[in-house]
């Protein structure tokens, strides 16, 4: 695929705020190729983690925040350790994440525009799932619904996130015929498991939404 690098579909501030956001220096990526040849989600991605590297320093800032990649990246941590520039590459997919969906809230309109705008991209979105058509959605949904289970059980409750995930997918049953078999080999409880000190996980959350308020 070819991309063409113009005033239209570069961003020279972009690599600034993503460094700025994660703490990373993008522009020492000399595309060693390292991350991408660990990472174990990387052949269902878009654009490989060492292309993202690439996009970020010529400022294609469009293309990367519209990728598959940064949504399917499992934040396991494995190109930031193999990245021979420590580079902290899972940090650099969790900032993309944070910018992308900031963008989103960005471009809403106000009042009764974004109530009629909220209910038109909720059907656009509803017929997008029905048609099976954007995978995206369906991973920004997922990371949704992940974060708020953490949020509100201190850890991941299974039935809860899957029981989320269909019904604000749309794919109904989806995962329906593999609860039987995980709840047989006690991979998922019935009830939320106890978490110590869940106050702790609540604080991290509302301290997230603080800086969140603070940068804009
Ligand atoms: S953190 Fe993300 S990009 Fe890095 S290896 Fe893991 S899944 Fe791949
Ligand atoms: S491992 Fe580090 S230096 Fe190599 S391509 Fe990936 S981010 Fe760049």
Redesign the pocket.
Known sequence: MKWALNQNTTDDGFVARVEKTSGQNISSCYQCGK?SA?????RDMDLA?NQIMRFLQLGIRDTVLASRTIWL????????IRCPQIID??RV?DSLRIISQRKEMESAPNDWQSLLAGIWNRFKESMIYILQMDARSNLRCFNHIFLDSIHYYGRVFEPALIFNYNINSGYLFSNFLKAPVMLLKSKIKFLPVEVRRRDKVQKIFERVKMMEREEE
Do not use: E
């Not at 660990?38 to 990387?42: D, F």
């Not at 990246?73 to 930031?80: E, G, L, N, R």
């Open positions: 991350c660990g990472c174990p989600v990387c983690p990246c499992a934040s396991c941590q494995t190109c930031s590459l899972a997919m």
